[in-house]
């Protein structure tokens, strides 16, 4: 049966026939704008024959429109009552598959099976940036990934040094990944219609854009975001990092890169992470292979 996927009332209606109930743990809120599905879609510019996973497909409304492109197309769905309507709709297409549960759990041996070429999601609220850090923190190299999330998720995803949204999750997420917004979305082309607003974001993977390993960025980023009110000092003595580097030799790789240690980790660019990691690199004290 083709389903509407731009009214709610007949989406509700599917729901009824099929005995479904959404849920709100899983963060099940469909995208029923055909402006928005395109938008979003355009944005991951997906390429013939490359590979797209999607996570959360949902019912399908984003799929509906992904299985048109002349692309191979792997699902990642949790929800298990979604996966005979999924099988339905698009099982006949054969570049399409299916991976059920939590993907979580199972993206990383279907990457090492088959690694895609670009990833979308309509995230889920409540795991849509634990996705995201689960992702870039493994080193991933695809393309291009393009995010929909609560608006705010986005913005400190996109965020500059030195402004309110910047955080440690903006270092994690633009280390190796160059970040841009690509639109808002609105509440009431949701069904049902969540609290809060949505944006989209595109993450495209910069290849030259990383040269000390990701296990020393993400804990330097870390420690630097241990307490937002304590200096770089502070943090650093009391970090993980202290634990397999000298804390002096933290502080002077920070000095050698132009950073006060008097002043706070939301100051910090990428590029000053990496030199500060680079300088620990240089000195030999970070453990090989980590
Ligand atoms: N893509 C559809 C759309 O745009 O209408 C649905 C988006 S809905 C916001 C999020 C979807 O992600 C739901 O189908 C939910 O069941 C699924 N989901 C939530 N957590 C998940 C997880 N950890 N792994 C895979 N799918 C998940």
């Not at 009824?16 to 402006?35: E, V, W």
């Not at 990944?177 to 993450?203: E, I, L, Q």
């Not at 993977?205 to 040269?211: L, V, Y």
Request: charged share 25%.
């Amino acid at each position: 049966m083709a389903i509407n996927y731009e009214s709610a009332s007949a989406v509700a209606e599917v729901l009824k026939i099929h005995g479904l109930h959404l849920s709100k743990k899983f963060g099940q809120n469909f995208l029923l704008h055909p402006y928005y599905q395109h938008a979003i879609i355009g944005f991951l510019d997906a390429k013939e024959g490359e590979t797209v996973w999607e996570i959360g497909p949902g019912i399908g409304a984003l799929t509906h429109k992904l299985v048109t492109l002349p692309v191979k197309l792997k699902v990642f769905e949790i929800d298990r009552g979604f996966i005979p309507l999924l099988y339905d709709e698009f099982g006949h297409n054969p570049h399409f598959s299916l991976q059920e549960g939590d993907f979580l759990k199972t993206w990383k041996d279907a990457w090492a099976e088959s690694p895609p070429d670009r990833i979308i999601g309509n995230l889920p609220y409540s795991v849509g940036s634990v996705i995201i850090a689960d992702l870039v923190k493994s080193d991933i190299d695809c393309k291009r990934m393009v995010f929909t999330l609560q608006k705010e998720v986005v913005e400190r995803i996109t965020a500059k040094p030195a402004t309110k949204e910047y955080s440690g999750f903006s270092l994690i997420c633009q280390y190796k990944w160059n970040c841009r917004k690509g639109g808002s979305v609105p509440r009431h082309v949701f069904f049902p219609v969540p609290d809060v607003t949505s944006a989209y974001v595109g993450m495209d993977h910069d290849d030259g854009g990383g040269i000390v390993p990701r296990a020393l960025y993400d804990d330097f980023v870390n420690d630097l975001f241990r307490s937002r009110r304590k200096t770089i000092r502070n943090n650093l003595k009391q970090g993980m990092l202290q634990t397999r580097v000298n804390t002096d030799l933290l502080f002077e790789a920070c000095q050698k890169a132009g950073i006060a240690l008097d002043s706070r980790g939301e100051q910090l660019s990428v590029s000053e992470v990496i030199s500060v990691c680079t300088y620990i690199m240089e000195t030999g004290t970070w453990p090989k292979g980590l």
